[in-house]
């Protein structure tokens, strides 16, 4: 289990119209046991704070954006990791405890950030979102990319640290470190989201 940081969880108001959740690849071969990359139980900590977040939120369901890890076989990631969520495979499949909604946006992406040669730039400004809150695996790779690509195009970015999850408690802490004090993130709680 990740420790929590040691960062003091903020308050949030936010305008739900103007607000996006990104849910960032929580998929199987990350956060299953005996999956391709699993990163162990702190995965199970995070689907609980995802899942809690999305039953209470106002945030539209529009406006819940999942990413997944899609990747083909032959992918260059593989030099770096393990063949993991390899496009079509059972541990590509966003995890069965979070219902993806119809209305909700799916965004497939081969590299950390999900901003990277997606549409996901697109798809938020076409709805006028000026805040997002993010969530999801790996705290220090995937969420910390994706942060730092949503705060350099101008987004507000909001991380709920209970929603995030690493393989150690140093990347963890790590991850929540860098988004606040290099991308002037608020750090928070799920329950601190009003």
Known sequence: MAAETKIKAEEVIIKP????????????????????????D?????????????????????????????????DPEFKIWPKHCVAGTDGA???DELEVPEKSHVVKKRRYSAFFSTDLDLYLRERDI?????TGVV??????????DAAMQ????????D????????EQDYGIRHMKNVLNAKITK?????
Request: proline content about 2%; aromatic content about 8%.
């Open 154 to 161: 101008g987004y507000a970015v909001v991380v709920p640290a």
């Open 93 to 95: 499949e966003i995890v």
């Open 130 to 134: 000026a805040t997002l809150i993010i």
């Open 17 to 40: 119209a103007e607000t996006a959740i990104i849910i960032v690849d929580m998929q199987k071969d990350f956060c299953y046991e005996g999956g391709a990359l699993y990163i162990g």
């Open 190 to 194: 799920s329950v601190l989201i009003k």
């Open 42 to 74: 702190a995965a199970k900590n995070a689907v609980g704070g995802i899942k809690s977040l999305l039953q209470r939120t106002s945030v539209p369901q529009e406006h819940w954006i999942f990413t997944q890890d899609w990747h083909r076989d032959d």
């Open 163 to 170: 929603c995030v999850a690493a393989i150690s408690d140093y």
């Open 139 to 148: 705290t220090n790779i995937c969420v910390l990319h994706t942060a730092a």
